[in-house]
């Protein structure tokens, strides 16, 4: 963390040694274990994705104790329909979180969307967990995701899903849970000034959408930071 008022970082999660954490504890005398993504909830809480401990934490700078919200530290795609805290997560690589307090999880090696909702209890909303591109206009819970890294909620509380080795930005529309791709789709780097789903992009690793609705995409392989306005 940067302390905005002394200009200082210090650490407030993790004790610089890798380890699968204790809960209920100072925060930083928890251990981690590549924690890969992180995001804020409504809250004020710091959500983790402690992606090689397969688990999602969270830090309340209230109190500056972690605890574990998802996972059992268990690589496993388990516990669907059941408390978050019992489940098992595929390589949790990135959370989000909408407005009410859902919280969404990307697992990379599951190939799969998870939602944890406000009750604690999860379920899978997208990917069927096989590779592959397929869904574009059904149920998200049908289509076939490949490695996605990244995921976001836009301003209207849908899921941006950054389906990596796809080369794809997709959305889940939350109300509908339908899925499409709005930009890329193939392996390329043209396109600008055209329709985003006719451009190409290159393993895309990152996405955040600002307050006007621009979207910003991190085309990695083409070294380049993309955008488009799609709503």
């Known amino acids: 963390m940067i302390d905005k008022s002394t200009n200082e970082i210090r650490t407030v999660v993790g004790t610089g040694k890798p380890g699968s954490g204790k809960d209920g504890i100072s925060a930083t005398k928890s251990a981690m274990l590549e924690p890969n993504d992180c995001a804020i909830d409504s809250d004020g809480h710091l959500l983790i994705a402690d992606v090689r401990d397969q688990r999602i934490r969270k830090f309340d700078p209230n109190t500056g104790t972690i605890t574990t919200v998802a996972g059992t530290g268990v690589k496993e795609h388990t516990g669907d329909e059941g408390p978050a805290v019992t489940a098992g997560i595929f390589g949790a690589r990135a959370v989000c ?48 995701l490949n490695g996605p890294k990244a995921i976001r909620c836009d301003n209207d509380g849908n899921i941006l899903v950054v389906d990596t080795e796809n080369h794809a930005l997709r959305i889940i529309y939350t109300e509908s849970n339908i899925i499409d791709t709005i930009a890329g789709g193939a392996l390329g780097s043209g396109g600008d000034g055209g329709p985003p789903t006719k451009a190409g992009l290159a393993r895309p690793h990152g996405v955040v959408t600002d307050l006007s609705g621009i979207t910003y995409i991190a085309d990695s392989e083409n070294h380049r930071i993309r955008t488009i306005q799609y709503q």
């Open 97 to 144: 979180t909408d407005k009410i307090g859902n919280i969404y999880i990307c697992e990379r090696e599951g190939n799969t969307i998870r939602k944890i909702d406000t009750e604690g209890i999860i379920s899978t909303i997208a990917g069927t967990g096989e590779k592959g591109y397929r869904g574009d206009g059904e149920d998200a819970k049908y289509a076939l």
